[in-house]
T-cell receptor, first 114, second 112 residues
Framework: EAQVTQNPRYLITVTGKKLTVTCSQN?????MSWYRQDPGLGLRQIYY???????DKGDVPEGYKVSRKEKRNFPLILESPSPNQTSLYFC?????????????FGNGTRLTVT | DAKTTQPNSMESNEEEPVHLPCNHS???????IHWYRQLPSQGPEYVIH???SNVNNRMASLAIAEDRKSSTLILHRATLRDAAVYYC?????????????FGSGTKLNVKP
């Protein structure tokens, strides 16, 4: 089954403790991206990757890092999480040959930073 | 930056058509218009997309204004399973650039 898999689904951590949220897709998509969803603000793009070793900032990249060492994986790294990064996070992928193709989303990771 | 504006909420009766509007006055010539919906505790799900012409698929229809500054998602017969938050999104891309601009979404309530 074609899917985008995020782990974990829920994560509670403390301020300053580094964490990684994993994202993996099995559709051989070149494009992958991360979003955060907050009440009243909708979804906002954090980072995206056009292909392996190619990443760029979205609209809200501060406090986040990403890496794209292989096509299927696009982890989101919070080096020193803060409470304002408490949010619902989504990973998504898309075929690059057809940028007008749909985004495929994972089921989300709910992060709480205390 | 691109921006979309949607009503916060709408209500419909089951088995009646629903027209969900979206304004995107800052759209540029090559931006694609996408619509997604999100059910509780799930990621957004693709509904439909288009560039200039109206589009139909098994889920919905997309009507795009001639000047492209607005669009309307049409659900022909709403069911209770269509109750969700619907997002209107602009997809702006070039060879090395691909961004999605989400609106704040319209929460659709379907009454039996």
């Amino acid at each position: 089954e074609a899917q985008v898999t995020q782990n974990p689904r829920y994560l509670i951590t403390v301020t300053g403790k580094k964490l990684t949220v994993t994202c993996s897709q099995n559709m051989n998509h070149e494009y992958m991206s991360w979003y955060r969803q907050d009440p009243g603000l909708g979804l906002r793009q954090i980072y995206y990757s056009m292909n392996v070793e190619v990443t760029d900032k979205g609209d809200v990249p501060e406090g986040y890092k990403v890496s794209r060492k292989e096509k299927r994986n696009f982890p989101l790294i919070l080096e020193s999480p803060s409470p304002n990064q408490t949010s619902l996070y989504f990973c998504a992928s898309q075929r690059r040959e057809a940028f007008n193709s749909p985004l495929h989303f994972g089921n989300g990771t709910r992060l709480t930073v205390t | 930056d691109a921006k979309t504006t949607q009503p916060n909420s709408m209500e419909s009766n089951e088995e009646e058509p629903v027209h969900l509007p979206c304004n995107h006055s800052t759209i540029s010539g090559t931006d694609y218009i996408h619509w997604y919906r999100q059910l509780p505790s799930q990621g957004p799900e693709y509904v439909i997309h288009g560039l200039t012409s109206n589009v139909n698929n098994r889920m919905a229809s997309l009507a795009i204004a001639e000047d492209r500054k607005s669009s309307t998602l049409i659900l022909h017969r709403a069911t209770l399973r269509d109750a969700a938050v619907y997002y209107c999104i602009l997809n702006r891309f070039e060879y090395n650039f691909n961004k999605f601009y989400f609106g704040s979404g319209t929460k659709l309530n379907v009454k039996p």
